[in-house]
Each structure stands twice: as structure tokens, then as C-alpha cells.
């Protein structure tokens, strides 16, 4: 399995190496262990049982290093080691089953079991196979926290000869942050999928209502079967159109409030700064919607009932013999909703795909947010154009207000056109120049300490 | 071309600076000296004939770095320098035209001839354009190999200086990997195109002889016109379900040797390790075909031969003068069969995109394997049910065999649908329990070892 | 807002840790002092006005590294400060608001107002974000540049340890070049985005004559309405088209080039170098161009006025009482006519993947070439041997030719069809071999320096 370890070679210049001591067996002791005689280390096994694996107790030098590969429950027998752990640096490398099952962090307990000891948490957010195999691009970064500036670089030049990039996260109690970090499941993406299915539950159940249900109950009609596919895409394209809106709407309110403040130093409040948090996880999650929107919309002329519909069109007017005249206006419209649909639909993927990591990475700053910010509300704009062009003038027709309620399309709208008012407001030259001022540090009424606006960067 | 070199600061700092010599000045020796120069060392290029451009011989302060760009071939005349090289660190940077060319590594050849020397394999599958631009996303890395520690030190911080990461891959031994990599074309692909090639050109002609060859046959038509999309678009989707299903079957095999072993500490047999590692691969290309399937079957209403069958069917209609009536059972059976296909294809397409190295990277591992298991089975369970949908109640009809032989979707179910059931049996609660204690480190009847399960990670 | 900087431990080991200064408490100043305050450092803030905030003068120990995060326009101030500097390194982080807003960078003012202090200019590429943060995927990597090795070298180990890679970028000439980097808005994207914004422009013209001008002048017809669909659709794949041969002319160009001079070792010209170094752009601009196609296709069915003239066909068949026969040639020709550009379009969407940064990052050199250029050409060819099957034999009818204007997709196969027959000439084994050496590094009729073709990589 692994050639490196038995070739002579390194034997000879490992013996050259420093000594490393891993405590633990399991998984990523093993591949840990591995990895370091790979990289020219000298590696010995501690156990709890000298005579089943343990090379420590009986080793007359101990290594300056010992990696802690074990479970948290076991933690309790290695305060009887304590002695010997003293000075030492303690690379504690565990994790939980699951997050605040324990008061304190395995690495603050560890460092209260031990006080003589430096302990650094670190190692804990790769996995075995990335531990055994080297960093590969999604194992890059290996996150150390301890109270020890030396003990921290020590581990640190250990990870970079196993040719990781280390970040230092600080103080011991970062520990917790760090053994929370493989527990998590998409935390940024909970409140924008939330948000995501109350709008597709509530529009489903409004449109239901007023299609099926209201054919059902004033006509007797069962037009069930129009749930899979044209009430699906009524619903997609309404909720990617409202969240691409809620995407661009808090940077709007926080402009506003900025203004109104006077000053960018004072913090947005909790629910604004998480929502802002959250932009890109709602426009991902937006393109998903009109994706599925488009491939509802491009299989249109293939399903059966719109097939049956068409020919019997054609039937009757065959049999009716009269002939139905050409509409140019219709033409020019419905080709200029399906044109802007394309474009829309265009410059959405386009966020999107400059939204992936190592795109993004390779622009500047200011290519990002002119994409983001520039790019991002033309797209707005002609996605809600589109909407427009969809409903035309039905919005005059009374009988498309069945029972009342006013059709989906015509509710999505409302969002994302106050949004485009309100930025339309933002970017009057007055109020452009004022906000300017005040992200260039600029404070409004605060003369006794005017430094900020002086050494601003 | 380049302003830097030339310029008086860079010439004053340069003096402290290390010097370093370069054999060769092919591509890569201008371009690895340029960048040199370009980071503040002092470069001189050695060659065989002291004449043309030889600054090594007239200087009296050799370079303790020497890096050897040229080919394998001129390595003889190397050895007559040997004296001048004892104690020197030599980088080999070459690389070959083919694979097993020669019966040792070109390091370990050196090593040989210059046994004074201490050779370290490296920079080798970097580009000359990396080399002389610096690091780009593509070529950050720089592999090191090597039997002496100091050596490789020495060489890892001149890498370091030019901007990119060192990963160390042990002793000299590693020195044909090292050489093979910029020679490799795809490895991990070879299998699965193998495998996606094979059941493409299988299912093309057991449905060519189904369709085209027995329409010929029996009713003398020549539908063979059909080839190009009705066909294609019948192999495409089966081909995709296939490899789908073939990405999740050495999973279940895994964990059904696992269970029946009772250790997860036994290596798997070699066919299935080899299988587990092209998963990835497997569901791209099952993505791809899935892509093809989803093109072929949107241009299906803007083909000739569909237009041409709707219209005559309308047209037999009307002059039967008979009224076909709407079938509701239909409509709904059709619009979920296409709306399962689209659901499906989004969830492939999301598995997809997870699997771009950048994407992956910003993964937890706990999200990374939800993505990639949990949905990876919503997806294969949503497009086998695409398939029965599909079929309906279609396998009842005698017709359907055309001699002897089942329609294509139906052979692509079986193994879908094996895949399934075994999934299911590994989820019951009592089976999932054992699996569970085993990836944990339990393992059956191991009395006398019981270290594993108390010192697990 | 940051509870660790407020941490007792980090508090005690800190006292260990080296003192840094920091000029500025703008954004930047701010996010940089937090993050070295969260990695260790000890931080105090210099001001100009020692009352307000400034912690320097007060201090008896200064820092031997001091961060100046304040615009330009403020850096005469530094000048009085310059005996306190002498000795001491110096990181510009400053930005301008505009390129070439004065005459020399910003760093080398700074250099020649303090000249006993050693400037390094770096940092000012991040965000205040990534300062603050840490490194994300898109911050990683801080530019380095200054006069002194030493003073790079402290700078580059406080990068080092708070997370960030250091690629060294020569001396302090290079500083406006960092300068210019956060100001500048896609450069390499401009020539291809001119490029098809031309074409895009030209062809609409073009073919808005042909179709809507000349229908109007001659038969009176308004069918302004067809410029939406119909009209962008021919557009978007014919630009498309000579966009992606464009991407490969100039590899074709430069082979010739070589061919013709007899070595590799000559530049190219200034245009050609250009033209090459923005390939990637035409090709992506080129695949945008041609998912817009796709997308204009697909939505053919739906449209009204497609929907009204197949419907019309049907009718006045019906009316006319005359049976249209099957064409089997015309099914043949349409189908393979779509499946090509299916084909194409997916090997159009894998040269696109290839090109994610992420992607090509994980392939070798010779399958980032395989990639780009043999399944490069082989796309060229599909979506050129496509658009001659949308053609078949039009440009035989002499009804094609609206006022003497050929059509517009022959116009699009002009450039792509010279394109493939070079490179087919280039490929002839005789002309292969000879550009295979010279590429080797042969040097056709140099005789009295062969060193190039003996020692080459």
C-alpha cells in the first residue's frame, strides 16, 4: 500500500529527522502516521496499553511532538502521562459526533487535564484520506489555535513539510469554532433554502387554488394533471424572481440606512448583517429555480397536452373554415418575452458561474463587484422586464382575477420593482455623491474627531 | 521582455544574493533563470563548451544550487564534471518524451553518475511559462523528491521564494512518478470511457437491429433516418442510468464486504479499490450522456420527421372526421415522466458542479458526502423512476419484444434497481448499526486486540 | 464584533510577540490591525495628530515594521516623521482611485520622501474583507515588491503568518504594477469583447437588410417582428463561429511564422502576441455566443409565429387536398444537421469546463493541451460541418442571393474553413516534422551556435 515507508533510503535519512509520537490507531493516526514517515519523519505510536502497540514507554528519548488521535472519552488516561507531557507540545486532533456535546472544547479540556503541557488544536478539519494522501485541492488549509506562539509554529512547520498551508485562528478558544467546523451542514445555506421553500409551498398552494381548484369547483373541471408541469413553471420562475430580488434588496436598505446615519462605523443590525451574509446562497439558489424554469418552458411543445391542444386548434378552425389572421403584435410581443427570458437567463448564469470559487478568486476587486453589483441589476432588470412583457395587459382583464386574488406573476413583480425604484433613487447624482462620501469614511456631525475622513484608506 | 532584470536597484540587492547555476538554456532553463534573476538571485548558466556561454568554469565561487534543464541524452558529459559537483545540491528538472524510456528514473541516473552529488528530483511539471510568469491558479505546486533532507530544503526554499508551494513525495525512488506525471493523459478516465464506450456501442446496435434492421426486415421500411437522433436518443439515456447506477454499486459491494467480513481494516480487493476511484469520473460522464439525452430531447419538436408525423396525424384526424378524446391519465403520466427527467437532471447537473475542485474545497467533509451519497441516491432513485414512467405499463405488450428481445429501457433498469435494493437492505436499522460500529473501528470476534475499538478516531 | 482580540490568553502570549505599527485607520488600517492582533502581534496605531489616537510617539519602543494604510495625498506629513523611519521597513498599502494619477507609484514617492527607510509595497491587492478574515479561496495570495531582500523577507513572514501565500514580485519598480492591479476592469477581455460586439453589430445590419429591409422594399411584407427570434439566432451562431476559429488562427499563424524563420527562439509581433494571449476570451465570448444559439433554437416550438405557420401548412394541405410524400433525404439531412450541433455544442461546453481555473489546475500539461487543442479542432470542425449541413445545397439557389448578398452563414464558414485547411496543411507529416525540431529548439542554417539544439529541454 504505501512502498515510500519500507525503502531504505528513507530509513537512512529519516534517522536524521525529528521524532514525532501519534497517540491513537484508528483512522487518522494510521494515515497521519503514514503521511510524517512519508515526509522523512520518525514516527513512534503511543497506547494506553505499553504492551500492544506502544513504542513511547519504552523509547528513552520522547518526541517533543505528540499528536492526540483519540476520542475525547479517552482523554481521562492520558492525565496519568501527564509528567511526561510536560513542556511538550499536544496536537489535539479529535473531533465530536456531534456539536455542544460537551461544555468546553476537547482542546480546552485536554489543556486543563494537562496544564504543563502546549496544547494546539489542529488537523481535525482534514480527512483521513487527505491526512494519508497529501493535499489535494479540496484539503488544503489545516487550522491551528493555541495559546502557545511557539508550540503553534512548531505544529505549523510540520504541516507545511506535509505540504499544507496552515492558518492561525488565535487562542486555544477558537478550539470550539474549529471542532465545530466538520460538524456543519451548509449553516449559510439553512435560512435561504428556509426561504426558498416557504415561497414554493405558498405559491403552490395559491396557484393550485386558483387554477385546479377553482376549475374544479365552478366548472366541474378536473385539470389536475396541469400540478406536474405548467404549475411547476409557474411556481419556478415567480420564486427565482423574488429571491434574485431579496439578493439585492439589503444592500439597498443598508445604503439607505448609511445615509441616514451618516457615518459606514456603526453596525448594521443583526438581521441585516445575516441577510447580507446570505446573497450569494439566494442567487444560487435563484439560478436553480429559473433553471428548472427553462427546461420546464423548453419542453412545452413535447408534452401531450399541449400537442392535443394545438391540433385540435387546428381542427376546429379547419372545421369552423374560418381562418385566423396572422397578429404582428403578438409576434413582436411573445418574441420579445422569449428574447428577454434568453438574455435573462444568460447573465444569470454568468453570476453564477463567477460566483464559483476559482473564478472568483482570479479577478480583482473591482471586476468582482462590477460584475455583482452592475451585471447582478441589469439581470434583475430584464428578468423582471420579462415578467412585464409575460403579463402585458392582462392585468386589465378582470377575469383574470379569479375569485378575487390576483394572478402569482403579478405578486412576483412587486419585490423586484421596488428594489429597482429604490436603487433608481440611490443613484441620483446627490445621493450618490453623499453616499460616496460617507464609504469613503466620511462621518456626518462629528467635528471633534475628523481623523477618520483625514487618514482614511 | 523583461524590464526587471535590467533594472540598476534589482543589480545592487542581487549582489547579496545566493547564486545558483543552470545547465541548459533550452525553454526551460532561459525561463526558470529569468524568473530567478527576476526574484534577486544571481544566475550563471553552465554548459559544455566553455566558450559559447559557459560562466561556470571562469567563475572562481561556484554555485552550491546547479539545476540541470537539459535532456537525459547529454547527461554523460555531466559525469566528467563530477569533482566539481561533490557536495552540491543538483535539481534535475528534466523530463522525457515517453513513458519507460529508460530502466531508471533520469534523478536516479544522475544520482549515479555523480554519486558525490546530492540530486533532488523537482520543478519538472511546471510549464516554462509557469516557470518564467510565476505561480498561476494552474501551476502553484512544485513536487520535490530527493535522498537528501538538506537538500531538499535548500532546493524547497528557493521554490518558496518564486512563489509556489513545495510538497515533498519522499525519497529519490519517487523520482518516475515525479517524471511520468506531465506525461499522463487522463489515467482515471480510461476506464470509464472504456466502459461508457462500450455499452454506448452495444446499445447502438442491439437497438439498431431492434428498430431499423427488423423494420427493414419485416415490413421492408427504411426508417434509417432514425440513426441520428431517434436512435441516439435512445442509447444516451441509457448509457447515463447505467454509469449512474455503476458510480453507487462498489459503494453497496464495499459495505456488504465490510459487514460480511466484519472489519473495515481489510484491504478491498484490487478490482473493487480500482472501481471506487473512478466513481468520480463514472458520474461525470453519466452527467454527460444525461446532457446529450436532455439536448436530443428538446430539439425533438423542431425535427422534420416529428413535424411531419404531427401534421399527418392531424390531417388523418380531419378527414376521418373522428374526434380523438383527451386522455387525463395520459397527460398526467406524460408531464410527471417529464417532470421527474427534469428534476433528476437538476440534481445530477447540482452533483456535478460540487465536484469542481473549487466547489469541493469550500466542503465540509460532512457536506461533501451528503452531496455527494445522499443526494447522489435521490438522483439515481429519480431518474430510474424517470425510466419506469417511461415504460408505464409498456413491458405487458407482446409487441414490444420485437424478436424476443426487451426494449432498451428495460435493460438499462436492472441495475438501477438492483443498486436500490441492496441501498435499502444497508439503511434498515440493524444493518446500518453494524456497518456503522465498523466504519467506527469495531471489529468482530478480535478478542486479543481490542486497542482498535478504544483508541478509534 | 471580534471576541478574540479581547482574549485574555491571547493577551498574555501576545506580550512575547513582536510590535507592529500601523499609520491609518481607515478601513483597511482597521481590518490589518485586528487580523495581526488575532495572530499574535502586539499592534499600535501612528497618527498624525498624536492626541487623538496615536499610541507611536508616546511609545519608547518602536515598531521595526510600520504598515502605512493612508492615501497619498497625506504622505508629505510622513516626511517630518522621516529620522523616526530611518532603518525601519516601510509596507505601503495604498491604492489610487484612477490609473496614471501621478507620475511616479505611490511606493517609490514614499521611497524617495523617506530614503533611509526600506519601502516594500504589498497587501493593497486584498480587500479590507480578506484582511480582516483571513484568506478566502478568492484573497490567498499577497504580492510582494521593494528594494530591500530583507525587509521583503519581514514582511513576507508577517503575511506568512496570517495565512496568506507571498509571491515576490522583484523590486520596487514593479510597485505601480501592484498599483494598477485593483483598478483594473477585465484588460484581457476588452479586444475579444470589441471583436464581438463588432461582428454582433455588423451581422445584425447585414442580415437586417437581407431579411426585413428587402422584404419591405420589394414585397411591402412587415416582418420586423422576425428581428427578436429569428434574426438574433442567425446572428449569435455565425458570430459564434468565426469567434472560435479566431481563437485558433493565430496558432496556425504563429506555426507558419516559425515554419518560415526557421526557429522559435524570434517574437512574434506585438499583434499577434496579443491576439494569442487573449484565446481563451474569443473561445469563452464564442461558447456564450453559442449557448445563446442553443437557447434561441430550443424555444422555436413555442413560438407564436412558428406555431401559427405550421399550423397554417396543415391547414392549407388540408384545403388543397394534396398529400405531402415523407422525404427521407430531408430527415436524414435535418437530424444529423441538429446532432452535430449537439455534438459541437457539448465539446464547445467541455473546452469551456477545461478553462475554469479549478479544472485545469488538476490536469497536466499535456491534457490541458490535449484539451485545447486537438478536442479544440475537432469542435471547430463538428460546428463547421454543422453549419455546411444547415446550408446542403442553398448556395446553389440563386433566390439565396437577396440583392447580390450571399447569405450570412456562408460569410461564417469563410474563416473557419481557412482555418482547418491550414492546420490540415500543418499536420502533413513532411511540414510536421520540420516544426516538431524547430519547436525542439533546432535552429534552421546556425551553424556557429549549435549549443541550442544539443543542450535544449
Known amino acids: 500500500m504505501n512502498k ?14 525529528e521524532l514525532l509520537c501519534i497517540f491513537g490507531t484508528g483512522d487518522l493516526g494510521r494515515s497521519l502516521g503514514q503521511r510524517l514517515l512519508q515526509t522523512g519523519y520518525r514516527v513512534v505510536y503511543g497506547s494506553r496499553r505499553p504492551h500492544s502497540c506502544g513504542l513511547l ?30 513542556g511538550k507540545v499536544l496536537v489535539d486532533v479529535s473531533n465530536n459526533l456531534k456539536k455542544n456535546l460537551y461544555p468546553e472544547a476537547n482542546a480546552e479540556y485536554l489543556q486543563r487535564l494537562i496544564p504543563g503541557a502546549h496544547v494546539v488544536k489542529g488537523f481535525n478539519t482534514l480527512s483521513a484520506w487527505a491526512l494519508q494522501n497529501g493535499p489535494s485541492d479540496a484539503n488544503r488549509q489545516v487550522y491551528l489555535c493555541g495559546n502557545s506562539a511557539e508550540a503553534k509554529e512548531a505544529v505549523a512547520e510540520v504541516a507545511t513539510k506535509l505540504g499544507f498551508t496552515v492558518l492561525d485562528k488565535g487562542s486555544l478558544s477558537s478550539a470550539r469554532e474549529l471542532e465545530d ?62 429571491m434574485l430580488s431579496l439578493c439585492y434588496l439589503p444592500g439597498v436598505i443598508a445604503a439607505f440606512l448609511q445615509l441616514y446615519r451618516g457615518t459606514k462605523y456603526k453596525r448594521f443590525p443583526d438581521w441585516l448583517d445575516r441577510w447580507m451574509l446570505c446573497r450569494k446562497q439566494l442567487g444560487l439558489l435563484a439560478l436553480g429555480f429559473a433553471s428548472l424554469h427553462v427546461l420546464y418552458t423548453l419542453i412545452i411543445p413535447i408534452r401531450y397536452y399541449v400537442r392535443y391542444r394545438l391540433a385540435a386548434a387546428t381542427i376546429s378552425e379547419i372545421r369552423l373554415n374560418h381562418t385566423i389572421p396572422f397578429d404582428t403584435t403578438m409576434a413582436w410581443r411573445t418574441d420579445s418575452y422569449y428574447a428577454m427570458g434568453i438574455l435573462g437567463f444568460g447573465l444569470y448564469l454568468l453570476l453564477g458561474i463567477t460566483s464559483l470559487p476559482s473564478v472568483s478568486n482570479a479577478l480583482s476587486w473591482r471586476e468582482f463587484s462590477f460584475i455583482q453589483s452592475k451585471l447582478g441589476y441589469l439581470t434583475l432588470f430584464i428578468c423582471t422586464f420579462h415578467t412585464y412583457l409575460y403579463g402585458w395587459d392582462k392585468f386589465l382583464w378582470v377575469s383574470g382575477y379569479t375569485w378575487y386574488t390576483p394572478p402569482g406573476y403579478m405578486l412576483s413583480l412587486v419585490l423586484p420593482s421596488a428594489v429597482m425604484l429604490l436603487k433608481l433613487l440611490l443613484v441620483l447624482p446627490c445621493v450618490d455623491r453623499s453616499l460616496t462620501r460617507i464609504r469613503q469614511g466620511w462621518e456626518r456631525s462629528d467635528p471633534e474627531d475628523d481623523s477618520k475622513n483625514s487618514l482614511l484608506t
Open 57 to 86: 514507554p519504552q523509547g528513552a528519548q520522547p518526541a517533543s511532538l505528540v499528536f492526540i488521535c483519540i476520542h475525547r472519552e479517552h482523554y481521562d488516561f492520558l492525565e496519568t502521562l501527564a509528567p511526561h507531557f510536560k
Open 181 to 242: 467546523f466538520p460538524l456543519q451542514l451548509f449553516p449559510e445555506w439553512r435560512l435561504p433554502l428556509r426561504l426558498a421553500f416557504g415561497l414554493t409551498v405558498f405559491f403552490f398552494f395559491y396557484l393550485l387554488i386558483r387554477t385546479v381548484v377553482s376549475a374544479y369547483v365552478e366548472q366541474g373541471k378536473d385539470i389536475s394533471f396541469r400540478i406536474m408541469a405548467s404549475l411547476a413553471n409557474k411556481v419556478f420562475p415567480i420564486v427565482s424572481l423574488i
Open 4 to 17: 515510500m515507508s519500507a525503502n531504505p533510503f528513507l530509513a537512512l535519512t529519516a534517522l536524521e529527522q
